[in-house]
Protein backbone atom coordinates (compact mmCIF):
# COMPACT_ATOMS: atom_id res chain seq x y z
CA UNK A 1 0.00 0.00 0.00
CA UNK A 2 1.39 3.53 -0.64
CA UNK A 3 2.20 6.00 2.13
CA UNK A 4 3.21 9.36 2.65
CA UNK A 5 6.18 10.45 5.59
CA UNK A 6 6.38 14.46 5.83
CA UNK A 7 9.14 15.35 8.52
CA UNK A 8 9.47 17.46 10.69
CA UNK A 9 6.09 17.36 11.94
CA UNK A 10 6.60 20.68 14.46
CA UNK A 11 9.48 22.96 13.54
CA UNK A 12 10.30 26.89 15.36
CA UNK A 13 12.40 28.59 13.43
CA UNK A 14 13.54 32.31 13.59
CA UNK A 15 13.17 34.85 11.37
CA UNK A 16 15.89 34.88 8.75
CA UNK A 17 16.58 31.47 9.27
CA UNK A 18 16.56 28.04 6.65
CA UNK A 19 13.72 26.24 5.98
CA UNK A 20 13.51 22.49 4.79
CA UNK A 21 10.45 20.40 4.85
CA UNK A 22 10.72 17.00 3.48
CA UNK A 23 8.43 14.49 2.01
CA UNK A 24 8.66 11.06 0.70
CA UNK A 25 5.93 8.91 -1.03
CA UNK A 26 6.35 4.92 -0.75
CA UNK A 27 4.23 2.33 -2.81
CA UNK A 28 3.64 4.37 -6.25
CA UNK A 29 5.82 5.33 -8.74
CA UNK A 30 5.72 8.32 -10.99
CA UNK A 31 2.79 10.47 -8.47
CA UNK A 32 2.15 14.05 -8.94
CA UNK A 33 3.04 15.71 -5.47
CA UNK A 34 1.71 19.06 -3.90
CA UNK A 35 2.72 21.35 -1.02
CA UNK A 36 0.06 22.97 0.16
CA UNK A 37 -0.21 25.70 2.92
CA UNK A 38 -3.26 25.93 5.84
CA UNK A 39 -2.14 29.42 7.68
CA UNK A 40 -4.56 29.81 10.46
CA UNK A 41 -8.30 31.00 10.34
CA UNK A 42 -7.44 30.79 6.29
CA UNK A 43 -8.23 27.26 4.08
CA UNK A 44 -5.59 25.17 2.20
CA UNK A 45 -3.31 27.11 -0.42
CA UNK A 46 -1.80 25.42 -2.88
CA UNK A 47 1.70 26.51 -3.12
CA UNK A 48 3.64 24.10 -5.60
CA UNK A 49 3.01 21.17 -7.75
CA UNK A 50 5.09 18.42 -9.40
CA UNK A 51 4.57 16.25 -12.49
CA UNK A 52 7.49 14.36 -12.42
CA UNK A 53 11.53 14.63 -11.69
CA UNK A 54 12.76 18.26 -11.65
CA UNK A 55 9.27 19.69 -12.30
CA UNK A 56 8.20 22.25 -10.35
CA UNK A 57 5.10 24.48 -10.70
CA UNK A 58 4.36 27.24 -8.51
CA UNK A 59 0.89 28.66 -7.65
CA UNK A 60 1.80 31.92 -5.67
CA UNK A 61 4.93 34.29 -5.15
CA UNK A 62 6.68 33.76 -2.27
CA UNK A 63 9.98 33.25 -0.38
CA UNK A 64 9.71 29.58 -1.07
CA UNK A 65 10.91 26.85 -3.16
CA UNK A 66 10.80 23.63 -3.85
CA UNK A 67 12.48 20.59 -5.38
CA UNK A 68 12.01 17.12 -6.97
CA UNK A 69 15.38 15.53 -7.08
CA UNK A 70 14.11 12.31 -6.83
CA UNK A 71 10.64 10.47 -7.98
CA UNK A 72 9.15 10.44 -4.69
CA UNK A 73 11.12 12.98 -2.77
CA UNK A 74 9.89 16.32 -2.80
CA UNK A 75 11.02 19.12 -0.88
CA UNK A 76 9.93 22.22 0.44
CA UNK A 77 12.67 24.59 1.34
CA UNK A 78 13.08 28.84 2.15
CA UNK A 79 16.53 30.92 2.36
CA UNK A 80 15.30 33.67 4.92
CA UNK A 81 11.97 32.71 6.30
CA UNK A 82 9.11 35.48 7.05
CA UNK A 83 6.73 35.68 9.76
CA UNK A 84 4.16 35.03 7.46
CA UNK A 85 5.76 31.92 6.56
CA UNK A 86 4.41 30.35 10.26
CA UNK A 87 1.44 27.56 9.01
CA UNK A 88 0.54 24.18 8.58
CA UNK A 89 2.34 22.63 5.92
CA UNK A 90 1.19 19.68 3.57
CA UNK A 91 2.64 17.45 1.18
CA UNK A 92 -0.06 15.48 -0.75
CA UNK A 93 0.13 12.82 -3.81
CA UNK A 94 -1.90 11.19 -6.62
CA UNK A 95 -1.21 9.12 -9.32
CA UNK A 96 -4.30 8.76 -12.09
CA UNK A 97 -4.60 4.79 -10.95
CA UNK A 98 -6.45 5.74 -8.22
CA UNK A 99 -8.77 7.98 -10.00
CA UNK A 100 -6.87 10.61 -8.88
CA UNK A 101 -7.52 11.11 -5.26
CA UNK A 102 -5.35 13.11 -3.42
CA UNK A 103 -3.83 11.82 -0.28
CA UNK A 104 -2.18 14.06 2.32
CA UNK A 105 0.81 13.62 4.78
CA UNK A 106 0.30 14.55 8.48
CA UNK A 107 1.77 17.75 8.05
CA UNK A 108 4.40 20.19 9.85
CA UNK A 109 3.81 23.05 11.78
CA UNK A 110 5.89 25.85 11.38
CA UNK A 111 6.18 28.76 13.78
CA UNK A 112 8.47 31.52 12.53
CA UNK A 113 9.42 33.69 15.53
CA UNK B 1 -11.58 30.74 -10.79
CA UNK B 2 -13.35 28.12 -9.61
CA UNK B 3 -14.84 29.01 -5.79
CA UNK B 4 -15.86 26.87 -3.31
CA UNK B 5 -18.39 27.34 -0.55
CA UNK B 6 -19.23 24.97 2.72
CA UNK B 7 -22.23 26.09 4.84
CA UNK B 8 -22.34 25.86 7.55
CA UNK B 9 -19.01 26.56 8.81
CA UNK B 10 -20.08 25.00 11.59
CA UNK B 11 -22.47 22.34 13.33
CA UNK B 12 -23.49 21.01 16.80
CA UNK B 13 -25.84 18.25 16.85
CA UNK B 14 -26.65 15.37 19.47
CA UNK B 15 -24.96 11.96 18.91
CA UNK B 16 -27.28 9.48 16.66
CA UNK B 17 -28.48 12.73 14.55
CA UNK B 18 -27.81 12.48 10.36
CA UNK B 19 -25.01 15.37 9.46
CA UNK B 20 -25.87 17.13 6.41
CA UNK B 21 -22.76 19.01 5.07
CA UNK B 22 -22.99 21.45 1.76
CA UNK B 23 -20.68 22.12 -0.49
CA UNK B 24 -21.30 24.76 -3.90
CA UNK B 25 -18.65 25.44 -6.15
CA UNK B 26 -18.40 27.80 -9.52
CA UNK B 27 -17.48 25.85 -11.68
CA UNK B 28 -18.76 23.06 -12.87
CA UNK B 29 -16.52 21.64 -15.06
CA UNK B 30 -14.66 19.90 -12.58
CA UNK B 31 -12.42 16.60 -12.63
CA UNK B 32 -13.72 15.38 -9.59
CA UNK B 33 -14.75 16.04 -6.21
CA UNK B 34 -13.44 15.15 -2.52
CA UNK B 35 -14.64 14.87 0.94
CA UNK B 36 -12.37 15.17 3.08
CA UNK B 37 -12.04 14.95 7.14
CA UNK B 38 -9.40 17.05 9.24
CA UNK B 39 -8.84 16.37 13.23
CA UNK B 40 -7.27 18.93 14.98
CA UNK B 41 -3.88 19.65 14.55
CA UNK B 42 -3.58 16.97 11.82
CA UNK B 43 -3.50 16.14 8.49
CA UNK B 44 -6.14 15.46 5.63
CA UNK B 45 -8.20 12.11 5.33
CA UNK B 46 -9.62 11.58 2.52
CA UNK B 47 -13.25 10.35 2.75
CA UNK B 48 -15.22 10.26 -0.46
CA UNK B 49 -14.46 10.99 -4.07
CA UNK B 50 -16.69 11.23 -6.81
CA UNK B 51 -15.72 11.74 -10.10
CA UNK B 52 -17.36 14.08 -12.68
CA UNK B 53 -19.78 11.46 -14.51
CA UNK B 54 -21.16 10.04 -11.03
CA UNK B 55 -24.19 11.29 -8.97
CA UNK B 56 -22.72 9.51 -5.54
CA UNK B 57 -20.42 7.27 -3.47
CA UNK B 58 -20.93 5.54 -0.54
CA UNK B 59 -18.86 3.95 2.26
CA UNK B 60 -20.39 2.55 5.59
CA UNK B 61 -21.93 5.52 7.11
CA UNK B 62 -20.86 8.06 4.80
CA UNK B 63 -22.93 9.22 1.35
CA UNK B 64 -21.87 11.97 -1.41
CA UNK B 65 -23.80 13.30 -3.84
CA UNK B 66 -22.70 15.73 -7.04
CA UNK B 67 -24.62 17.33 -8.82
CA UNK B 68 -23.14 19.19 -11.10
CA UNK B 69 -25.28 21.50 -13.06
CA UNK B 70 -26.07 23.03 -10.27
CA UNK B 71 -22.86 23.12 -8.74
CA UNK B 72 -23.44 20.96 -5.79
CA UNK B 73 -22.32 18.06 -3.32
CA UNK B 74 -24.06 17.14 -0.09
CA UNK B 75 -21.77 14.88 2.31
CA UNK B 76 -24.16 12.79 4.52
CA UNK B 77 -23.06 11.28 8.33
CA UNK B 78 -25.87 8.80 9.19
CA UNK B 79 -26.51 8.24 12.97
CA UNK B 80 -23.73 10.84 13.51
CA UNK B 81 -21.00 9.58 16.61
CA UNK B 82 -18.70 11.72 18.94
CA UNK B 83 -15.68 10.06 17.01
CA UNK B 84 -17.16 12.10 13.43
CA UNK B 85 -15.91 15.69 15.69
CA UNK B 86 -14.11 17.09 13.27
CA UNK B 87 -13.13 19.69 9.72
CA UNK B 88 -15.15 18.49 7.01
CA UNK B 89 -13.51 20.03 3.68
CA UNK B 90 -14.68 19.74 0.33
CA UNK B 91 -11.91 20.19 -3.06
CA UNK B 92 -13.12 20.14 -6.34
CA UNK B 93 -10.09 19.17 -8.65
CA UNK B 94 -10.40 20.87 -12.77
CA UNK B 95 -8.27 18.57 -14.42
CA UNK B 96 -6.65 15.17 -13.78
CA UNK B 97 -3.75 16.17 -11.75
CA UNK B 98 -4.32 20.10 -11.39
CA UNK B 99 -4.92 21.79 -8.00
CA UNK B 100 -7.59 21.13 -5.81
CA UNK B 101 -9.67 24.11 -5.19
CA UNK B 102 -10.97 23.90 -1.01
CA UNK B 103 -14.02 25.12 0.90
CA UNK B 104 -12.72 26.49 4.27
CA UNK B 105 -14.44 23.33 5.94
CA UNK B 106 -17.10 22.85 8.29
CA UNK B 107 -16.33 22.31 12.07
CA UNK B 108 -18.87 19.49 13.30
CA UNK B 109 -19.14 18.62 17.31
CA UNK B 110 -21.24 15.88 17.89
CA UNK B 111 -22.03 15.87 21.57
CA UNK B 112 -22.58 12.51 23.63
Known amino acids: SQTIHQWPATLVQPVGSPLSLECTVE??????LYWYRQAAGRGLQLLFY??????ISSEVPQNLSASRPQDRQFILSSKKLLLSDSGFYLC????????????FGEGSWLTVV | KQEVTQIPAALSVPEGENLVLNCSFTDSAIYNLQWFRQDPGKGLTSLLL?????REQTSGRLNASLDKSSGRSTLYIAASQPGDSATYLC???????????FGAGTQVVVTP
Open chain 2, 91 to 101: ATLIGSWGKLQ
Open chain 1, 27 to 32: GTSNPN
Open chain 1, 50 to 55: SVGIGQ
Open chain 1, 92 to 103: AWSVAASGNTIY
Open chain 2, 50 to 54: IQSSQ
